[in-house]
Structure formats: structure tokens, C-alpha cells
């Protein structure tokens, strides 16, 4: 029987695409490109393989006509012929710069060691992104308003969370974090560290300590085990936890602060899903409106909006009455309410009529602040007091939030 010709399978297109060697930094990259405000440093500076394709003139002030171009794109949305001139220079270069240094990593010139993901985003903004796009980390790349928003993908939601928890783990002990247990006693096949004698109608086998239970008898030379000086260990009850992080995305979080609060969601998330427990993160993004934020979204969030807190804390509770386990309710915000979603009541009383309603489900109300502004202190102050289990904290830098969450997680 003749037999086929046989062919290799083909290579995919991501394998393919490897061979540029950036995907040894390609998920730093991500990163930086995620979060500007995280800076590293390296040995190689790669603003020198640009200069080094420029004109003596732009590469003597290199860093000057980079500014100028970014300020007259941004501002204005183009420029005049002898700036334009310039620009087409400095993208020239960067691109040989480029390609350049794609090789240098993919024959292991340079390292991952040796190199600021940070610079290099800053000098090869376009390239990266570029780059990124093509192995799937970018959906697509819009532009407003002489600014480019990047529309990221769930397999980069993925990879980011990965990252983002070990920055954040890299700042705790290793003491572990999982699930939640309570003192409650009651039937349960998990047992406590607390000795006491054994209940044959509470306790189950499980629950039995027969090393101590043997005791007894072993200090009177028998071994024998006695019904009467049986002992156990106090069952403990396991409870779930159902998380719900209410994220401000409202004008004012812009920048610095809805990224620390987007770090700090892939964190608990990603915390979550390692511990491998019943735990639930719910994630619901408000301004004068409130939704929630599905899995493979959260890294697209844009500020904008007014604020209203009211609405965001009656969103909370509704998920928590529907919901078994006890509840940890984040609120994240930067400032005093601005919105309603009652008509009757002014942003401030909303806000703390809410937080009053928080009594009636079974959860712990943690308000972080990122403003410090004397209304908004009281108003905080006031809801911790009004939902009768709550505690107050304020970030000066909301990058350090992730570390907080996975804390009160463990």
C-alpha cells in the first residue's frame, strides 16, 4: 500500500512571532506599559542605540526633541514642516534602534537584567505596542484627543495579575492566606487546635485525638482506650468570604489612583483563585453609575463621571443579601460624593443612609481613601459609624493598595 507523503505540522503563528526574541521581556513590557508610575533601572541604556541614528545636532539634544514632539502632538495635533522634518528624523531612528535591539536580545547580547522596561516603553512607545498587538496582549489601540487609549486583552489581564500579586508578595512574610475560619462551634469535619471531651452526638470520628485520648492510660501503664477519657478536637466551622471592591472610576481617579485600584482587583483575584478555596471576588466600578466589571475587562476601566457613593454601597448589599458567607466590602474612592442616585436626598446624605442599610447584611465595610480632604475625612468617618462594622484607611500612595488587600485576604 503506497503511503502519503508526510508534511510538518506548521508552526503557529505566536511561535512564529517568538523569533523577534521579545518574548523574554514581553510580559515586563506589558507592565510597564500598564503602569507608567513603575519604574526600574538597567545597566544598558537604550536612548544610546537611537542617538547613535541620529544627526549630531538631534543626538546632542536628543532628550529635548523628544519632549517637543510629544508636547505639540498632545497639544495641538500636529506641527510645523521643520518640526515634522525633525520627527521623521527621530522615527527613522527609532525604528533602526528597534530592530536593533530585538536582535541584541535575541542573541542573548542583553538580558532581561540588563534592561528598564520602563525607558524602554518611554523611547519606544509605538514599537511596543506594536509588538504587544501582535502577541495578543493588545486588542486594539484608539485614539483621542492626540492621546492613544489601549484596549487590553483577557490574556493580558491574566499575566498581569500574575505579576501584580508577586509584587505584592515579594512585601509580605510567608505566613499563608487562604480561607477564612471562624471560632463558631458546630458540626464540622475540620478541627481546631483546642482540646475538649469527646461528644459522640457533636463530634466526628475525624474529631477524635487518640494520642491524647491514650494519655490517660498510658500514665497509669495500660493502653487502652476508655469511652469516658476520650478526648477531641473542637470542630471549627469554615466559613466563606464574598469580597466586593467597589472601585471609583469617576474623573478625579485618573493616573495613579485607578491603576493602584485595578492592581489591587487582579491581586485579591489572583490571591483567590491560588488558595483554591470557596472564596468570591465581585468587582463593580462606579461613577454616577454602577456595573459589574466581568472577568478579562477590568484593565480597560477609563475615569470619568461624577461620583456617587450611595449608589455604589446599595450595589454591594444587594450582592451580598443574594450571597452565602460573610462579606468584606471595599469601597475605593478619592473624594466626597457629587451624585444621587436618589432624587430626594442630597450625594452626602445618600451616602450615609447607605452606609447605615450596611447593618443589615453580614459584612465588614473597609473604606480606603486616596484624599485626605477635611469634608471627605468626616464623611468617611461618619459612614464607618453609621454601618457598625467598618474600618477607615487612607493610601497616600494608591500603588501600595494590592499590598494591603492581599494582607486582609490571607
Given at each position: 500500500m503506497p503511503t502519503l507523503p508526510t508534511t510538518d505540522k506548521p508552526?503557529?503563528?505566536l511561535c512564529q512571532k517568538s523569533e523577534s526574541g521579545l518574548e523574554k521581556i514581553a510580559e515586563d513590557l506589558l507592565y510597564s506599559l500598564f503602569n507608567p508610575y513603575h519604574r526600574d533601572t538597567g545597566d544598558f541604556d537604550v536612548s544610546e542605540l537611537i542617538k547613535k541614528h541620529l544627526s549630531p545636532e538631534m543626538a546632542k539634544d536628543f532628550e529635548m526633541y523628544s519632549s517637543v514632539f510629544q508636547d505639540l502632538m498632545k497639544t495641538f495635533g500636529f506641527m510645523s514642516n521643520y518640526w515634522a522634518e525633525k520627527n521623521k528624523e527621530l522615527k527613522e531612528a527609532k525604528q533602526k534602534a528597534w530592530e536593533e535591539l530585538k536582535e541584541m536580545i535575541k542573541k542573548g547580547d542583553l538580558s532581561k537584567e540588563d534592561l528598564s522596561m520602563s525607558q524602554?516603553?518611554?523611547?519606544f512607545f509605538d514599537e511596543v505596542v506594536d509588538e504587544l498587538q501582535q502577541l495578543g496582549y493588545i486588542e486594539e489601540v484608539e485614539t483621542r484627543f492626540h492621546r492613544k487609549v489601549i484596549n487590553y486583552t483577557a490574556k493580558a489581564e491574566s499575566i498581569l495579575a500574575e505579576k501584580v500579586l508577586s509584587l505584592s508578595l515579594q512585601?509580605?512574610?510567608?505566613?499563608?492566606?487562604?480561607?477564612?475560619?471562624?471560632?463558631?462551634?458546630?458540626?464540622s469535619i475540620f478541627s481546631s487546635e483546642r482540646v475538649v471531651e469527646y461528644d459522640p452526638y457533636t463530634h466526628h470520628y475525624d474529631n477524635i485525638d487518640f494520642a491524647e485520648s491514650l494519655?490517660?492510660?498510658a500514665m497509669r501503664g495500660e493502653i487502652e482506650l476508655n469511652e469516658n477519657e476520650m478526648v477531641a478536637r473542637q470542630p471549627k466551622h469554615t466559613e466563606r468570604c464574598v469580597y466586593v471592591m467597589l472601585i471609583d472610576v469617576s474623573d478625579s481617579m485618573r493616573g495613579r489612583k485607578i491603576i493602584g485600584a485595578i492592581e489591587a482587583a487582579l491581586c485579591l483575584r489572583k490571591a483567590i483563585r491560588r488558595a483554591g478555596g470557596n472564596d468570591e471576588l465581585r468587582v463593580i466600578a462606579f461613577n454616577h453609575r454602577a456595573h459589574e466589571i466581568r472577568e478579562g475587562e477590568i484593565l480597560n476601566l477609563e475615569a470619568r463621571g461624577r461620583t456617587d457613593i450611595g449608589l455604589a454601597l446599595k450595589r454591594a448589599r444587594r450582592i451580598l443579601k443574594g450571597s452565602s458567607g460573610t462579606g468584606?466590602?471595599?469601597l475605593i474612592?478619592?473624594?466626597k460624593p457629587t451624585s444621587s442616585y436618589n432624587p430626594y436626598l442630597t450625594p452626602w446624605r445618600c451616602a450615609l443612609k447607605e452606609a447605615e442599610k450596611m447593618r443589615n447584611v453580614d459584612a465588614r465595610l473597609q473604606i480606603i481613601m486616596f484624599g485626605k480632604e477635611g469634608r471627605f475625612l468626616e464623611l468617611c468617618k461618619n459612614m464607618a459609624r453609621l454601618s457598625g462594622n467598618a474600618n477607615l484607611f487612607h493610601f497616600s500612595d494608591p500603588l501600595n493598595l494590592k499590598n494591603f488587600v492581599v494582607r486582609r485576604f490571607r
Open positions: 508552526e503557529c503563528s524602554i516603553v518611554d523611547n512585601n509580605l512574610d510567608k505566613r499563608s492566606y487562604g480561607e477564612h475560619e471562624t471560632e463558631k462551634l458546630g458540626q494519655l490517660k492510660s468584606v466590602v471595599f474612592s478619592d473624594g
